[in-house]
């Protein structure tokens, strides 16, 4: 197998990119469980086992993970310490960063006997930036931190009933626009297929009895714990050993807290050991409980709007959808559709939403707000809102 691996090597005066690399041994049938998921060969299946497990074989369990190490040189058989976990999370934060690849969570088995990831293979905007230019008037391309969030291209399918757009928009962070071109009967456009985003900052509230205690940005691409304690440790079902942040639960102590509310708050603190893990992904938002203590929530995809939305415990729960989102920004801009959502709440021991009691009376709660959405929708509204001032001031000339 590795002798394979290193004869391609050879043969590549320069070396393959993720997506080749993957491609070339999902076909060569060499790694038990990487599979190919359906016959156009766009989505395929990874083993993804814990190292913890009984039944765990490293040269067949991380066989993937050890040979992605060897061809990135950060392996060298018989020269360093073998570490599976260390391969393991390698490759998936190659598969996390990459555009042209995007994790199906619907489709994975993470709890299984033998679990495996489903990956979706992206379609190479770059490679088709030229033909896109020709099939298509103009495009919306909004940036985050000056990598493309959406793209237009041949192959983008628009919402129903639509036109061509006539947009150019770059958009970044700092709310500075360089270029914002387009006729004045045409609202901006956002496409329902898209680039997998590049920011995965998270602004996260934590409020004790509707009293804001704490407030960070998290930068890693791993997400946020917020948590009473320390992260799980060696947990590799979902991430594995990762980056996360980890946002505690601040001491009551510091805080004056009326009595009644400081002791049932250190009732419940105990049963948060482990916490909560959140972070932005490709597709979407995604949360998984750890901790034995109930943590229930709402935001975008809640069941329920009036009645409690628990977590289950060790499951993997989407909180938002960029592709539904993006369809609620378009409605939102273009025919003054309702605002779209992407706040997403959480309530720690106490049922929520609860039409009895308020969420600032709640003892524990934190709201998360993916900086990609909230900066998309106020820079867009608020070019919007310059453009038609724009356009007042001219039709009064």
Request: net charge positive.
């Amino acid at each position: 197998m590795f002798r394979l691996l290193r004869r391609t090597m050879e043969q590549k005066e320069s070396p393959m990119r993720l997506r080749e690399w993957l491609i070339a041994q999902i076909d060569s049938g060499n790694y038990a469980g990487l599979s190919w998921e359906n016959e156009e060969k766009t989505l395929f299946k990874i083993p993804w086992k814990h190292a913890a497990k009984q039944d765990y074989r490293q040269n067949e369990d991380a066989a993937l993970f050890k040979a992605w190490a060897v061809y990135k040189g950060k392996y060298r058989e018989g020269r360093d310490r073998a570490d599976p976990s260390a391969w393991k999370t390698r490759l998936r934060c190659a598969l996390n960063k990459s555009s042209e690849f995007q994790e199906v969570s619907e489709r994975s088995q993470l709890d299984i006997s033998e679990p495996y990831k489903v990956y979706r293979i992206v379609e190479d905007t770059h490679t088709n930036t030229e033909s896109a230019a020709s099939s298509i008037k103009g495009k919306t391309s909004t940036e985050i931190h000056g990598q493309a969030v959406l793209h237009d291209n041949s192959n983008n399918s628009r919402v129903s009933g639509e036109r061509p757009a006539e947009t150019r928009l770059e958009f970044y962070t700092n709310n500075n626009v360089g270029t914002y071109d387009r006729p004045a009967n045409v609202s901006v456009t956002l496409l329902t297929t898209w680039c997998p985003i590049s920011d995965f900052r998270l602004l996260v509230y934590v409020f004790y009895h509707g009293k804001l205690v704490h407030k960070l940005i998290t930068t890693s691409p791993e997400g946020c714990f917020i948590l009473q304690g320390s992260a799980p440790v060696g947990n590799e079902r979902i991430y594995g050993p990762c980056g996360a942040h980890t946002l505690s639960f601040p001491r009551l102590d510091a805080l004056l807290l009326p009595p009644g509310i400081a002791e049932a708050m250190s009732r419940l603190l105990p049963h948060l050991e482990k916490g909560v893990l959140v972070w932005v992904a490709p597709d979407g938002v995604f949360i998984k409980r750890f901790c034995q203590g109930r943590v229930y929530w709402d935001g975008p995809l809640a069941q329920h709007t009036h009645q409690p939305n628990k977590l289950e415990r060790e499951k993997t729960c989407k909180l938002l959808d960029i592709n539904s989102f993006l369809q609620e920004l378009h409605q939102h801009l273009q025919a003054g559709g309702p605002r779209p959502r992407y706040e997403i709440d959480l309530c720690f021991g106490e049922e929520f939403p609860d039409n009895n009691q308020p969420r600032s009376k709640k003892l524990i709660t934190a709201q998360v707000v993916p900086l990609f959405a909230k900066e998309l929708l106020e820079g867009l509204q608020k070019h919007d809102s310059e453009l038609n001032l724009s356009l007042k001031s001219e039709a009064q000339k």
